[in-house]
């Protein structure tokens, strides 16, 4: 065996290569050491005979999903407030809720409920956003370092066009509760970490901007934020932001759209000619939320001009504008977004594939961590095995058959076993 501890699971593999092609390896074995995988081979190499085998014959093996935005806060509330769109959403339905969470015991239960159904599901990791509180974003930050998965969070920010119970007074006042944050998690956590979150340009003052760019530089933190999500949203930050390029601009002129570190946008529905340039010149990636921008009457986002475009592209369910937690499911409104954009927008913008959309869940949003999101050596050994043949009536398919059919069926009951970085998670 190479050196390490590791174990072996058998079953029926199928991940994305990283030309997004997918791979699939009917009977063979999937080997993990250390936490990372070793590679997936139809017959077992001696040098891994000594270890553990896990025989999940007739399962498939996944990678785990990742998931680039969500809302852990809004969790509560989904499947409500679908008539309204992005702003009145947020007025009438998002704003009161978060609000709540200045009561840490309020803060606590709610927050139990998302991290357990988070853990459960199909998601290993997720950049997540939590709400303007300290004490109740460290509260869900101790509750997802319990389950073992890889997160991201982030205290939300806002000094404008808020209410009241939700903006930070002045640009300073919020950059000090971000400061302490941030000393509050340092060495506290090794799984769930801290990331810059400006809420979106219409929250956010120039003056708050600035020093959260600061902050990210002096800690060295990823970004995550919302861009060009909604009409009336967009039309806003040109008459905040005159003087910003375009909407990323509006994030870039600060230093906080990637360029050398990890930034993701959330949306992306209006994105410009310009605005596009921009993503792929700095390494932005994209967290695409068809359902939510369905739910929100927001649009369709031109996911298969950003691919061809060659930006980083993953999925987000983005609870609670989403409803779900469900990364299959979010894998399978981003191919029936695509149709309908192919049919109704733009006929030269083919749809996307099952197999596309599930790189999109695994190794598209995955690259955001790192070497994360498929079964290929060397990625970190995050893994679902899913007894698919609990889906009536059961059939023969080959794999990949049978992964598109999981993309449109699958609950976290046919989860079987869950691994991040090689570490079997609880169920």
């Known amino acids: 065996m190479a050196g390490g501890s590791g174990f072996v699971l058998k079953g029926d593999a199928v991940y994305c290569a990283e030309d997004a092609s997918l791979v699939c390896a009917a009977d063979s074995f999937a080997v993990c050491v250390d936490g990372r995988c070793e590679g997936v081979f139809s017959r077992l190499p001696p040098q891994y005979a000594s270890l553990p085998l896990e025989d999940y014959s007739g399962c498939l093996i996944i990678p785990g999903m990742c998931d680039l935005h969500v809302h852990a806060s809004q969790y509560a509330f989904r499947g409500t407030g679908m008539d309204l769109e992005l702003l009145d959403w947020l007025n009438e339905r998002t704003f009161p809720e978060e609000a709540r969470f200045a009561g840490l015991p309020y803060a606590r239960e709610s927050y139990r409920h998302f991290v357990a159904d988070l853990a459960a599901g199909f998601t290993t ?27 991201f ?28 944050w941030l000393e ?26 600035e020093r959260l760019s600061g902050l990210r530089r002096e800690y060295g933190l990823p970004v995550q934020s919302h861009l060009s999500e909604n009409p009336g949203e967009v039309s806003l930050v040109k008459e905040l932001n005159p003087h910003a390029s375009c909407y990323g601009g509006a994030y870039d002129m600060f230093g906080l759209f990637g360029g050398g570190y990890p930034a993701v946008m959330a949306h992306c529905v209006y994105c410009t000619d310009e605005e596009v340039a921009l993503i792929k010149r700095n390494g932005v990636f994209v967290a695409h939320c068809p359902e939510s921008n369905i739910n929100l009457s927001s649009g369709i986002a031109p996911v298969r001009r950003y691919l061809d475009a060659g930006l980083h592209v993953g999925l987000g369910t983005d609870v609670a504008a989403g409803s779900s937690l469900s990364m299959p499911r979010a894998a399978q409104y981003a ?24 790189f999109l869940a695994t190794l598209g949003g995955g690259a955001f961590f790192g070497r994360v999101g498929s079964l290929l050596p060397g990625y970190a050994f995050d893994a679902l095995v899913v007894d698919d043949h609990r889906i009536q009536p059961q059939r023969d398919m080959p794999p990949d058959v049978r992964l598109e059919r999981l993309l449109y069926a699958a609950d976290a009951s046919l989860i079987v076993r869950k691994y991040v970085d090689g570490r079997p998670l609880s169920r």
Not at 155 to 172: F, G, K
């Open 125 to 151: 990791r997720a950049c997540i956003f939590a709400t303007m509180h300290p004490a109740a974003t460290l509260e869900l930050m101790e509750q997802l370092e319990r389950t073992g998965l890889r997160t």
């Open 153 to 180: 969070v982030g205290l939300v920010c806002m000094d404008r066009n808020a209410p009241a119970t939700l903006r930070q007074p002045d640009a300073e006042s919020a950059a000090r509760d971000v400061r302490a």
């Open 184 to 209: 509050s998690c340092r060495g506290r956590f090794r799984r769930t970490l801290p990331v810059i979150t400006p809420r979106f340009v219409p929250s956010c003052s120039d003056a708050l901007m």
């Open 335 to 358: 191919v029936q977004a695509s149709k309908l954009y192919w049919r109704l927008v733009d006929s030269s913008c083919r749809p996307l594939t099952a197999a596309e959309a599930f």
